[in-house]
């Protein structure tokens, strides 16, 4: 059996994800651990909230809560909009949690042990204003490579280029947008990257599957200007993993705690041992899919995320990896998005721009956004977001094309032949044509999956539907009852088949109506499907069914306009 260890980017604690958030990394990694299961793999699925650092401070100052119980209750919040969404993770954990801790200060033991870890006193930025020393994150400005005016100072998520806060052009704090900045010294460590530089690219360079996005993005962090350059991972804050050598102090870094983008990726490793602990496991059940010592080399390793996280998992987590010496297991496909865009702009928490999660499935269920989401999937370039799009998709693709096929299906049955599988009749030509055709599509559809091609996937199974479609239409089941009952019977049946087989295929894309096809066809069996004509064979004659209400409502013109108003922001 296949074993495929999946992560998904973490989502940041500080509030509801929105659409862009889910389709840049969750709902594309679910689809995969889905599609995967169904082929007979054994699947781990790991996310978890990613809870360190200045902005859940900050957050949770604004709640007025210690920022402990924020985390704890927005981990709540995020958890449900996951489980609302169908997000099906093994285990969803928590970067604060106990395992991390313990992880992230064995790491940083085994670097420093390995000579990777360096005390670096630095000058960073003191806000006057805020009180304290401002996280790179934290500090905005002018970028100097591409002339972006709201460049943080760890990053400019305009031209991607790795930033220091003194390389802005007239920094100002982001949090009180005071301009009394002043340098101060202080001690921290630092990851020595650039010791790593051509054991990275050494191993970059080998993943010649890898997306073009992703390698590119790889590349020019390694190559840019001086190349890969040391990090601090170190911050003064008080919420965090604080800084020890394992279970030792670490002397001089007392009141620090790691940086955010340190601890943040070795909780894929904490998040997969908290579920051996939520199951009553010992440590080998979680370090099978993590150390190649102990079972982890049959692993495929996938990881899902935008483009602005690579840089950090194609060389900061690989580079803690493979500097601690211990035989961890390194990701071997790196799955990379670009952005998805609200109606030609960016989705905007302040301006109230833009769809967030809980808003999404306050105003309809999951499967009618998650069918749009990946049939729009940002791989190739950035998507936009427009809600005539999305009524588009409702209503032509599930409306239309599989909601109706089911609706006319088993309601025509149960009118002429009751709510049972027709015994009468053969399958003929027609069926044998489509059956065929299905077969090849259905050939195309794993390999896409597969190859986690999901926008082509979509497409691919969309077309699967359409051929049911057009097939009902040209052996037109209610004229041929009128004169031979038998064929009309067989064509039923056919269809009713047909309509089993894109429930299971339907299953990774939109599970809830998947789910509703299925059990009213009382189809148990859900294994992802080899051979098309066995499988249109699978219901017999006289096998019941119920008729199902309505799969998919439309979206009509005076409902989006109302939709498209509210969410534009202002």
């Not at 991607?160 to 806060?165: A, N, R, S, V």
């Amino acid at each position: 059996m296949a074993r495929t260890l999946i992560t998904s980017a973490l989502p940041y604690i500080n509030g509801v994800k929105h659409l862009g958030n889910l389709v840049g990394s969750q709902l594309p990694a679910d689809v995969y651990a889905r599609f995967l299961r169904a082929r007979g793999h054994e699947v781990m699925f790991i996310c978890a909230t990613d809870e360190h650092g200045t902005p859940a401070e900050l957050a949770a100052a604004k709640a007025g809560e210690p920022v402990a119980d924020y985390c704890a209750r927005m981990w709540k919040v995020q958890k449900d909009l996951a489980d609302g969404f169908r997000l099906s993770f093994d285990h969803f954990g928590r970067s604060s949690s106990e395992r991390n801790h313990r992880l992230t200060q064995h790491f940083a033991a085994r670097l420093h042990e390995a000579g990777l870890i360096e005390e670096v006193w630095e000058r960073q930025v003191y806000s006057i204003a805020d009180g304290r020393f401002l996280p790179d994150r934290y500090i905005e400005g002018t970028c100097p490579n591409c002339g972006y005016e709201r460049a943080r100072g760890d990053q400019c998520e305009n031209c991607t280029k790795q930033l220091d806060p003194t390389d802005l052009i007239n920094p100002r704090s982001a949090i009180s947008g005071s301009t009394d900045l002043e340098v101060r010294e202080t001690k921290h460590l630092y990851l020595r990257q650039s010791l790593m530089r051509d054991r990275l690219r050494e191993w970059i360079n080998s993943k010649t599957d890898w997306p073009v996005l992703t390698t590119s993005i790889a590349h020019k962090w390694l190559d840019d200007g001086e190349g890969l350059q040391d990090r601090g991972i170190t911050r003064d804050l008080d919420w965090g993993i604080p800084v020890r050598r394992g279970t030792e102090p670490w002397p001089g870094m007392e009141g620090k705690v790691f940086y955010v983008w340190f601890d943040a990726p070795i909780e894929y490793i904490a998040a997969t041992a908290e579920w051996a602990d939520a199951h009553g496991l010992d440590d080998s059940a979680w370090e099978r899919w993590w150390r190649t010592d102990r079972g982890a080399e049959d692993v495929r390793y996938v990881q899902f995320m935008g483009k602005d996280n690579v840089p950090f998992h194609t060389l900061s987590f690989p580079a803690t990896i493979l500097g601690s010496g211990e035989p961890w297991k390194l990701v071997d496909y790196i799955k990379s998005f670009n952005y998805l865009n609200y109606d030609g702009g960016k989705f905007s928490t302040s301006q109230g721009r833009g769809v967030f999660m809980d808003q999404a499935l306050e105003i309809l269920p999951a499967d009618y956004w998650r069918w749009w989401l990946i049939a729009n999937v940002p791989e190739s370039s950035d998507a936009n977001f427009t809600w005539e799009s999305f009524q588009a998709g409702v209503n032509k693709d599930l409306a239309d094309v599989l909601g109706n096929f089911v609706s006319r299906v088993t309601k025509f049955c149960r009118s002429r032949f009751g709510e049972a599988v027709p015994e009468a009749g053969e399958y003929g030509p027609e069926e044998a044509a489509v059956t065929e055709s299905l077969a090849a599509r259905l050939a195309a559809l794993t390999a896409q999956l597969e190859a986690i091609e999901l926008r082509k996937a979509a497409a691919e199974l969309r077309g699967i539907w359409a051929e049911g479609n057009e097939y009902l239409q040209r052996a037109a089941p209610w004229a041929e009852f009128r004169t031979d009952p038998d064929r009309a019977a067989a064509v039923i049946r056919f269809a009713l088949n047909l309509m089993r087989l894109y429930g299971i295929l339907s299953r990774p894309f939109i599970p809830d109506a998947s789910d509703t096809i299925l059990r009213a066809l009382g189809a148990g069996d859900t294994d992802w499907p080899e051979d098309v004509a066995a499988e249109l064979q699978k219901l017999r004659p006289g096998h019941g069914f119920t008729t199902p209400d309505l799969l998919f409502a439309k979206l009509d013109d005076a409902r989006t306009a109302e939709l498209a108003a509210r969410f534009a922001g202002g």
